[in-house]
């Protein structure tokens, strides 16, 4: 894949900085005309250079994330896995991994309070032979940081990152005080239909389409949507059901080919000042962060090249530190599932049925 030039990386920028903006917005944050930017738009979507999606608010929505690793002996049992990830209705993401963990990585989105439904499903698939180990990582209700990739920090010349770690981690910030939500768990269940989830579906598998694209594709489901109704539930959505949208960037094209998963503990007090730096001076890779009073869990996608100035502060930090790697070419993001709302009863789907059953057809 060709590197890119300095117009098409200030549009990336552009874009990064407001995911949603119109084509004339993005002309006024750019040089160049009208029809010179949407040729270049065309261009960089034509090649996959970047996708827009919608992640969920969770709290709102009133799910909890758990991540789990299941460790195999063989790769049969990784594909068996895969498809139960398939089959669950509330899995978010699943990757093969290997290092500290060799087997599978899933995240999954359930409903608050189903926790022991998921420990069910690995305990039944601990017992057939098919998973060897497990791990859950779940860490309740804390905060998560979640960064994303800054262009600016690209080199098209070198093709390479700028960024100095050293600096990064010896800088200092005024601490900041984790918030928690003050609006109910689920709020969303209370006006939700199924109709929303066919919308908040299509947000979450690219959000850059126009209403007209959205509305055929989930004509093609079976369920109409009338323009006017698709407008009106949609700025619904948006305001409720979405915490942000990301710009997700292709990994071959910027050399973030490297994807980690660390785990450890450490002082209350290092913890924190992480926390603080990802708060006001995240990191310009993707990357999802969470810290408790001693347990860090974050995902990074980077470079190669900076995988050791990462780690080896992170190595003179914590204790227990584990780094798995998270195959990439060998990974899944599912969108949310329509069925798995109660339309009628205002909550989400959470029978054994449902959520054991359904996983081991």
Known sequence: MSSLNGAY?????????????????????????????????????????????????????????????????????????????????????RSRCFGSHNGLYMQF????????????????????????????????????????????GWNPESMSWKFDWVKWFESEYDPVKPEKPKDPSGAVLQWMTKNDMHILQQLMISAKRSNTDMIQAIKKKGVSITPQTFGRRLRMIDESCVGRYRVGFNPLAFDIITNILITGQGKKKYLRELFSKMSINPIP?????????????????????????????????????AVTIIDYPNSYLYSIWPETLDEENHAWRQDREFMIDQALK
């Open 109 to 152: 989105r359930i409903p608050i309070g189903t926790r022991k439904m998921v420990e069910e499903l690995i305990q039944i698939l601990t017992e057939d032979g098919t998973v060897t180990n497990h791990r859950i990582l779940s860490m309740g209700d804390e905060p998560t940081i979640i960064s994303s990739m800054k262009i600016d």
């Open 285 to 321: 890779f993707e990357s999802t962060m969470r810290v408790s009073e001693s347990d860090i869990f974050w995902i990074v996608r980077m470079p190669p090249t900076h995988m050791s100035s990462l780690l080896s502060n992170l190595h003179l930090n914590l204790e227990n530190m």
């Open 9 to 93: 990386l200030s549009l990336l920028m552009a874009i990064q900085e407001n995911p949603l903006a119109t084509v004339t917005e993005l002309v006024d944050r750019v040089e160049g005309s009208k029809p010179t930017v949407i040729k270049r738009l065309s261009y960089l979507k034509k090649n996959k250079y970047f996708n827009i999606k919608a992640l969920l608010n969770l709290h709102q929505m009133g799910f909890d994330s758990v991540e789990v690793f299941l460790d195999t002996s063989n790769l049969k049992d990784v594909e068996r896995l895969e498809r139960v990830a398939t089959n669950h209705p509330y899995t978010s993401y």
